[in-house]
Structures are given as C-alpha cells and as structure tokens.
C-alpha cells in the first residue's frame, strides 16, 4: 500500500468526521493556549521585576498545575468519545483488508494532524492572547508591569512537550484498544445498547447520607478556621453524594415517572423518559460531571470576585494614611514613645522630598485577645461580659483595642468623648449600652458600664485574624491600666500609632517609602527624639495596596481563566453527550416517525428530554451554592473580607451569569441533537 495513502485516508477521517473533530481541535487549542499565557506570565522578566511578584508566580503555577490536570482528564475523555463513535469506520478498514498495523498508521497520522492544528493553533492564540492577559492583569493588580516580550520560546516549548505528550499517550491507548478488539467489535461497537439499570437503593442511602454530611457541615460551621479544615471534606462528601444520587437516585425518579401513567404515556414524555432510562448508567456520570464542573465554575468565580472587590475596603480600613506608623513599646520597662517628635520627623521627612504633609494624627492603645462569656461557659457572670482568656471556639473570640478619649480625639480627629470612672464607649460594632464585666482566668473581674456608642476608627475594625476586633474607650489611662493589670502584662501589647496623610502620587508615595527605609537601615541617629519603645513599624498604604491587589488580583486572575477552562469542559461534556444520544436515538425516531410519529411530536419530545438533561444538573449545582454560601463567606472572613453582602452579590451575579451561559449552550447543543435525529 502506497505511503501516501495514509495521510489522505487520515485527513479524509478527519475531514468526514468534522463534528467530532471540530470541538476537539477547538478544545485543545483553548486548552493550550489558557496554559501557554500562564507560562509566559510565569517566564517574563518583567513580571519577575514587579512588586508583588511572589502572589502573581504562585496563582499561575497553580493555575499551569490545575489547567494540566484538568486537561489530561478532558482530552482523554474527548479522545474516547471519538474512538467510539469511529469504530465502524476502523472496522470497515479492517474488514476491507486493511491490517492493524496500517489503521494504526492512519492514526498516527491524525495524531500528528491534531497536533499541528490544535497544539499549533493554540500557540498562536496564546501569543495573542498572551497581551490582552497581560492588559488584564495589569488592571485587576492596579499597578504597570514592565512586561518584556508576548512571546516567550520557553513557555511555548514546555506548553508543545506537555500536550504533545497528552497525544502520544491518547495515541497509545487507541492503539492499545485497536489490536485488542476484532473487526466486528469494532463494526458494532458504536451500536451497543445498555440493559435497564437496577434501582440500587443502598446506592441512593449512601448517597443522601454524603450529601446530608457535606450540607451540614457547610451551613452550621461558624468558626472561619474550621470552615477552612472542612471545606474540602465538605466538598468530597457532596461529590461523593452527588454521583451516588445521580447514578442511583436518576434511576428511580425516572421509573417513579414510569409508574405515573398520566405522565409517561405522552408522547414527549414517553420517549425521554425511557430512552433516558436505558442510558442511565452513562447519562449519570455524565450529569454528574456536568453539575460538580458547573458549580466548581460558580464557586471558584464568586470566590475571588468577591476576594477581589472586598480588597479596597481591607485595605482602606487597616491602611487609612499614606504613612502607617506603629510603635510597640511596655510602660513597666519604663518605655513610652515621644508622638510630638515622630510626627515632627515624619514632617521633616517628608520635607526633605519635597512631599507635602496634608494631616498627622496620633495616639496610644492597649491590644489583648479575650472570649465572650456565655450561659454555661466556665466563667459565666451574671451581666455581659468577656473573658480574658481565648476560647476554643473562634466565633466567641474578640481582639480589643483600648484607647483613652485622649487617644480617640486624638487618632479620630474628633472632640475627646464626655466619660466618667468606669464607663467605656464604643466604637463601631460592639457591646450594647449597659452593664459589661470583664472577668480574669483567676477569677478577678472588673465591672465596666457602657454609655455611648462612637463613630468607628478604620483602623480597628477590620483585621485579617479569625477573631472580630472590638474597639473600646475609656475615661483615662487609670481605667485602662485596670484592664492590663486585670488581664496580665504578658498578654497584652502596648502601641502608638501615628497615622500621615500625604499629598502625592501612588508612585511618589512607594519612592518615598524605599528612601524612608533606605534611612532607618544606614542612620542609627534616625529615630533620635522620638523616645523609648520596644519596636517601629511603617507601613505605607500604596505599598500594602500593591501586594493586597497583587494577592486578590492574582486569585481573580486565575479563578476567571480556571473558570474558563472548566465552563469549556462542561459545554464540551454536555455537547459530546447530546451528540453520542443523537447517534444512538437517529435510529428509534427514524421507527417512531414510520409508526406515524410527527415532525412536531418528534421536536416537542426532543425538548422534554434535553430539558431534563439539561435543568437537573443546574438546579443540583444552585442547590450546591446555596448551601456552600456559609462556608465561603466564613473562609473570606480570614482574608479581611466580612461583608456578607459583598459574597452574596458576586454569589447571585456569578449564578445568573452562568445560567445565561447555560442557556445558549442549551440552545446550541438541542439544535444540533434536533439536527441529527431528523
């Protein structure tokens, strides 16, 4: 046989089979590409360059690690798909006269032509869309990136050696199918049927049992560091239900609709549902899939949206000067910082850089960590209070922050507030007016009263730790020695905070920064009149903003390419099924339109059955959202994002997107199964 021929046979294989092959090719050049532009982002010097580079470096290995596993498992299943659905074509070869060893030539060559064409094309649109990824990046991270160059020969080359080896080993598993099948398996392979499946109702209990698990934990979880522990436990025991309810509980809601006479003896009805019945062995994996990517898609989105857009707010809170100065000092050391002096060299400072200060403000703030007393907790009292002590359960932890009216005139800008011995005010959220008592470990207490509720300081109301922040004020510093002392000095920690408003650019303000730290490493006189402290923190908000949108963005980023990549997979899925069932059902309604089933009957039953295909895996995946909702809101909580409604709006924006999305997919794929049953 002629050399030539196989290239030809091959291209015709291609050619003929161009619905198969077309999604195929455009599957593994999106594929590659997504996974081309995460190396180069990874390979570019310039990105090496940036502020925040470490947050930007590890997304996208992570992105390249997920988008290579995800492309493994899809390319394969694809790949499979096809060589079921062309076995009668081998198998005709072979029966013509055609050796194994020739088919397996010609599927050499089809390798190499999916090769060129999908790992080539995907090449090309990666270096495209290698720019337009880094336009993006730059806006979502708020800050220029010096990139190099949109093309990089390393990352493509690692790209080609990755999906080239996905081939070859797609190309070897073909094979291996190949020589162990004979002509007529091969000849009818495509024509198989499935016997009907057995209700397995131990399936569907183990199932019910998983899910019920996975909710629980997902709704009644409180404490953010347990929801981080649980999450992916939550999140097996619902994979794990969901397949069990799918491939068992499918089974028996379809012959529940069997039994319901009034229901399955339409025409619509009759034939969905038992065609449906007979697949259900397949068409539940392949449901299944459809809702565990689906609500992996709007999960993974809604998530770093929501990481993202609460990142303004974070920062805005704990970073609300330019200049950000914390100083730690102990008054029993005979410590105490001189705040007239810091501010004057912070003047001074930035005099000398010509940056202008538009405001200074400062004070003082005693910091410790306590729990919230409760009915039955081992320090109860008889009026609301905390105990000094941590508890074991997170969603009872406090950390306060204890300021004089002095200090909150002082760092708020605000007149002192009007309090007597004994009574707190507080800013913000916090206890209610009345009665409070804080109550040691020993067993000494301290009765507070709680007369006014204040406007709250940016700087302690947010924090990135598990527990809520609580900002109290007191008369005078008597008062709040009385809390140290009751607490114990070595679980508590004195600081000043000087806070500089300055008049310049994001840019001048990062320069100014590197030149402040430039100064406090070579002048050992630097800090000379600004008294006794233990420690000198500055932190300048352009900086701290750079490496928060480094990290939100970087998630972003990555949570909407991954969710690309997965959207891809499950319209690849859903598109492959409805192609194989509209194969297989060609033949039936081909029956049913000679018994005298009509064009319009054909199409409305067509509608009942991709409807039910199509509804059950989306309403499972909302279902799944629904109940994830807590637990993602309490895990954001320890990235500084507390505001429910923040999680809840990108949740519902992120849900109806998707459903937009789901739509058209179903129109697509309804028309084409419409198209091949005809």
Same mark, same amino acid.
């Given at each position: 046989?002629?050399?030539?021929?196989?290239?030809?046979?091959?291209?015709?294989?291609?050619?003929?089979?161009?619905?198969? &092959?077309?999604?195929? =090719? #455009?599957? @593994? *050049?999106?594929?590659?590409?997504? /996974?081309? %532009?995460?190396?180069?982002?990874?390979?570019?010097?310039?990105?090496?360059?940036?502020?925040?580079?470490?947050?930007?470096?590890?997304?996208?290995?992570?992105?390249?690690?997920?988008?290579?596993?995800?492309?493994?498992?899809?390319?394969?299943?694809?790949?499979?798909?096809?060589?079921?659905?062309?076995?009668?074509?081998?198998?005709?070869?072979?029966?013509?006269?055609?050796?194994?060893?020739?088919?397996?030539?010609?599927?050499?060559?089809?390798?190499?032509?999916?090769?060129?064409?999908?790992?080539?094309?995907?090449?090309?649109?990666?270096?495209?869309?290698?720019?337009?990824?880094?336009?993006?990046?730059?806006?979502?991270?708020?800050?220029?990136?010096?990139?190099?160059?949109?093309?990089?020969?390393?990352?493509?080359?690692?790209?080609?050696? &990755?999906?080239?080896? =996905? #081939?070859? @080993? *797609?190309?070897?598993?073909?094979? /291996?199918? %190949?020589?162990?099948?004979?002509?007529?398996?091969?000849?009818?392979?495509?024509?198989?049927?499935?016997?009907?499946?057995?209700?397995?109702?131990?399936?569907?209990?183990?199932?019910?049992?998983?899910?019920?698990?996975?909710?629980?934990?997902?709704?009644?979880?409180?404490?953010?560091?347990?929801?981080?522990?649980?999450?992916?436990?939550?999140?097996?025991?619902?994979?794990?239900?969901?397949?069990?309810?799918?491939?068992?509980?499918?089974?028996?809601?379809?012959?529940?609709?069997?039994?319901?006479?009034?229901?399955?003896?339409?025409?619509?009805?009759?034939?969905?549902?038992?065609?449906?019945?007979?697949?259900?062995?397949?068409?539940?994996?392949?449901?299944?899939?459809?809702?565990?990517?689906?609500?992996?898609?709007?999960?993974?989105?809604?998530?770093?949206?929501? =990481?993202?857009?609460?990142?303004?707010?974070?920062?805005?809170?704990?970073?609300?000067?330019?200049?950000?100065?914390?100083?730690?000092?102990?008054?029993?050391?005979?410590?105490?910082?001189?705040?007239?002096?810091?501010?004057?060299?912070?003047?001074?400072?930035?005099?000398?850089?010509?940056?202008?200060?538009?405001?200074?403000?400062?004070?003082?703030?005693?910091?410790?960590?306590?729990?919230?007393?409760?009915?039955?907790?081992?320090?109860?009292?008889?009026?609301?209070?905390?105990?000094?002590?941590?508890?074991?359960?997170?969603?009872?932890?406090?950390?306060?922050?204890?300021?004089?009216?002095?200090?909150?005139?002082?760092?708020?800008?605000?007149?002192?507030?009007?309090?007597?011995?004994?009574?707190?005010?507080?800013?913000?959220?916090?206890?209610?007016?009345?009665?409070?008592?804080?109550?040691?470990?020993?067993?000494?207490?301290?009765?507070?009263?709680?007369?006014?509720?204040?406007?709250?300081?940016?700087?302690?109301?947010?924090?990135?730790?598990?527990?809520?922040?609580?900002?109290?004020?007191?008369?005078?510093?008597?008062?709040?020695?009385?809390?140290?002392?009751?607490?114990?000095?070595?679980?508590?920690?004195?600081?000043?905070?000087?806070?500089?408003?300055?008049?310049?650019?994001?840019?001048?303000?990062?320069?100014?920064?590197?030149?402040?730290?430039?100064?406090?490493?070579?002048?050992?006189?630097?800090?000379?009149?600004?008294?006794?402290?233990?420690?000198?923190?500055?932190?300048?908000?352009?900086?701290?903003?750079?490496?928060?949108?480094?990290?939100?963005?970087?998630?972003?980023?990555?949570?909407?390419?991954?969710?690309?990549?997965?959207?891809?997979?499950?319209?690849?899925?859903?598109?492959?099924?409805?192609?194989?069932?509209?194969?297989?059902?060609?033949?039936?309604?081909?029956?049913?339109?000679?018994?005298?089933?009509?064009?319009?009957?054909?199409?409305?039953?067509?509608?009942?059955?991709?409807?039910?295909?199509?509804?059950?895996?989306?309403?499972?995946?909302?279902?799944?959202?629904?109940?994830?909702?807590?637990?993602?809101?309490?895990?954001?909580?320890?990235?500084?994002?507390?505001?429910?409604?923040?999680?809840?709006?990108?949740?519902?924006?992120?849900?109806?997107?998707?459903?937009?999305?789901?739509?058209?997919?179903?129109?697509?794929?309804?028309?084409?199964?419409?198209?091949?049953?005809?």
């Amino acid at each position: 046989m002629r050399n030539g021929l196989y290239p030809k046979l091959a291209a015709q294989g291609i050619r003929q089979n161009r619905r198969f &092959f077309v999604p195929y =090719l #455009l599957a @593994l *050049a999106g594929l590659t590409a997504a /996974f081309y %532009v995460m190396s180069a982002l990874c390979s570019d010097p310039g990105v090496r360059e940036m502020r925040g580079f470490d947050y930007v470096m590890v997304m996208m290995q992570i992105g390249m690690f997920v988008a290579g596993v995800l492309s493994a498992v899809l390319l394969l299943y694809i790949n499979s798909f096809l060589m079921k659905q062309r076995k009668k074509e081998l198998g005709l070869y072979n029966i013509l006269g055609m050796g194994k060893g020739n088919i397996a030539l010609i599927q050499c060559w089809e390798s190499l032509y999916t090769a060129i064409l999908g790992i080539g094309g995907g090449l090309v649109l990666g270096v495209a869309f290698h720019k337009l990824a880094a336009v993006a990046l730059v806006r979502l991270l708020q800050f220029p990136i010096p990139f190099h160059s949109s093309l990089s020969p390393a990352a493509m080359a690692r790209t080609a050696a &990755f999906f080239g080896l =996905l #081939l070859l @080993l *797609a190309l070897v598993l073909n094979l /291996f199918r %190949v020589r162990l099948s004979n002509p007529i398996e091969l000849l009818h392979g495509g024509s198989v049927g499935e016997k009907e499946p057995r209700t397995r109702w131990l399936l569907a209990v183990i199932g019910a049992v998983c899910l019920g698990a996975g909710y629980f934990i997902a709704v009644t979880t409180k404490d953010p560091a347990l929801a981080m522990a649980f999450y992916f436990l939550a999140v097996i025991l619902v994979i794990i239900g969901t397949y069990c309810l799918f491939t068992a509980g499918s089974i028996a809601l379809l012959k529940l609709l069997r039994k319901n006479k009034g229901y399955y003896y339409q025409t619509g009805h009759f034939i969905g549902v038992s065609g449906m019945l007979y697949r259900m062995k397949r068409n539940a994996v392949g449901l299944a899939n459809i809702c565990i990517l689906s609500t992996m898609v709007m999960v993974m989105i809604s998530g770093t949206l929501a =990481l993202y857009l609460g990142q303004g707010e974070i920062i805005a809170a704990q970073y609300p000067a330019s200049f950000n100065i914390t100083i730690g000092f102990d008054p029993s050391q005979g410590q105490q910082p001189n705040l007239d002096g810091a501010e004057r060299l912070v003047r001074s400072f930035a005099a000398d850089h010509s940056v202008p200060v538009s405001s200074l403000r400062s004070g003082r703030y005693l910091q410790f960590g306590g729990s919230e007393t409760r009915e039955g907790y081992p320090f109860p009292d008889s009026v609301p209070g905390f105990l000094t002590a941590a508890s074991s359960d997170n969603t009872l932890n406090r950390t306060f922050f204890v300021l004089t009216a002095a200090d909150y005139a002082g760092l708020s800008g605000q007149p002192a507030p009007a309090l007597a011995s004994r009574e707190l005010a507080v800013c913000g959220t916090g206890p209610a007016p009345g009665p409070l008592t804080f109550t040691s470990v020993g067993g000494g207490s301290l009765p507070f009263a709680v007369t006014q509720t204040l406007p709250s300081l940016p700087t302690f109301s947010v924090t990135t730790s598990m527990s809520e922040p609580v900002c109290l004020v007191t008369a005078d510093e008597t008062d709040r020695a009385a809390l140290r002392t009751l607490v114990g000095q070595g679980f508590t920690r004195y600081s000043a905070l000087v806070l500089a408003e300055l008049d310049c650019s994001g840019e001048e303000e990062l320069a100014l920064m590197d030149a402040w730290s430039d100064r406090t490493i070579n002048d050992a006189a630097f800090f000379d009149g600004t008294g006794d402290w233990e420690y000198w923190r500055t932190d300048s908000r352009a900086e701290m903003s750079v490496d928060g949108y480094a990290m939100a963005g970087g998630f972003l980023f990555l949570g909407v390419i991954l969710g690309i990549l997965f959207l891809m997979a499950t319209v690849l899925i859903i598109y492959y099924k409805q192609v194989s069932e509209g194969y297989e059902d060609q033949g039936r309604f081909e029956i049913m339109r000679k018994v005298g089933l009509s064009q319009r009957e054909v199409r409305a039953s067509i509608r009942s059955q991709v409807l039910l295909v199509f509804c059950l895996p989306i309403a499972v995946a909302a279902v799944h959202i629904l109940f994830d909702f807590n637990l993602v809101a309490r895990m954001l909580t320890m990235f500084g994002v507390r505001s429910v409604m923040t999680v809840a709006v990108c949740t519902a924006g992120t849900l109806l997107a998707f459903l937009a999305v789901y739509a058209a997919v179903y129109s697509l794929t309804a028309r084409t199964y419409y198209k091949i049953v005809r």
